[in-house]
């Protein structure tokens, strides 16, 4: 049963981990926001329709070679990149980019905007760990099942090496 719930737990974090990654908006929860056209420290400058590649370059977060937002404070910055990351299949379809930029909800107290950065952080971590903490799970059940068949080394080893598990 413990490893049972060791699965159930791991896939629940990834599952988690995958959500944020896909709705970072869901980390807002109760958070008062407004929206990023709103937002005292940033300013848009979006002309075209298209993202082709999101990415953050000091303090603006480009969508494409020329459309960017660009943010006063590093915190602010690096939460706009992440949450444009999160809906970045939903921008490419889009038929406004402007406007669904600008719909971006943005926290307006300073520590809710870093708490969700740190979330996510944290969560990014975890999912770095997970395919480590299932290897080692796996290797539990591996040890557990050659015991309860009561296999010798050799045969152990045989089995390992015909899986890849040993080189």
Do not use: W
């Amino acid at each position: 049963m413990e490893f049972a719930d060791l699965i159930f737990n791991m896939n629940a974090r990834l599952q988690k981990c995958e959500e944020v990654q896909r709705d970072f908006a869901s980390l807002l929860k109760k958070a008062k926001t407004s929206r990023l056209d709103d937002y005292p420290s940033v300013t848009l400058s979006i002309s075209s329709n298209k993202v082709a590649d999101i990415r953050k370059e000091g303090s603006k977060v480009f969508l494409n070679l020329t459309d960017h937002i660009e943010c006063k404070e590093a915190p602010v910055a690096r939460y706009v990149e992440v949450y444009l990351r999160s809906m970045e299949a939903k921008l490419r379809r889009s038929e406004n980019l402007k406007k669904d930029v600008c719909d971006i909800m943005m926290p307006t107290s300073r520590r809710d905007l870093v708490n969700a950065l740190d979330q996510y952080e944290t969560m990014l971590v975890d999912l770095g760990k997970i395919p480590e903490k299932i290897k080692n799970l796996e290797s539990k059940i591996d040890q557990r099942v050659y015991k309860l068949y009561g296999l010798s080394e050799h045969d152990i080893g045989v089995i390992e090496q015909s899986t890849g598990q040993k080189n």
